[in-house]
């Protein structure tokens, strides 16, 4: 996935397991964290996660519940 700095990223649980997304890497690009990119809590179907990326990067995330699903973000200018 790719997105621009700024914009906002929404990722909705359309599953019946449980979801709980968290960074897993640092940027390649400005080697800065992306640490402070995660849910606080678990949600369930239905239930909505938006971000809004305010630095340019690469972002691997993955679900805490179920840390073999991940997913990559290609943050750019």
Known sequence: ??????????????SNNALRLASTEYSETENK????FGQDKTSSKGDIY???FT???FII??????PE???AILIVQ
């Open 69 to 71: 699903h991940t997913g």
């Open 33 to 36: 964290s992306f640490a402070y």
């Open 1 to 14: 996935l790719n997105a621009k700095r700024g914009e906002t990223i929404r990722f909705i649980n359309n």
């Open 55 to 57: 630095e340019t990067g």
């Open 61 to 66: 995330y993955k679900n805490l519940n179920k």
């Open 50 to 52: 938006e971000y809004t």
